[in-house]
């Protein structure tokens, strides 16, 4: 569940900077709404890693 938290986190973190891109066109805060969604698909990738290993342990 640690992970899952810090999933929540970091969309509440990236919201600001996709206001700032979509609603403004900042073009530096698109960068790093980029970034963040890198990010969160690498930590989607590790949860659903730990998800199918800790079913396949039953």
Known sequence: MEKFGKVKE???AVEADAVK????GNAA???RVRKGMQD???L???IRAEVTEKKNAK
């Not at 891109?21 to 403004?24: A, G, H, L, P, R």
Request: glycine share 6%.
């Open 21 to 24: 891109f979509y609603e403004n």
């Open 10 to 12: 970091l969309v509440a």
């Open 29 to 31: 805060a698109g960068t």
């Open 40 to 42: 969160l698909k690498n």
């Open 44 to 46: 989607a990738q590790e």
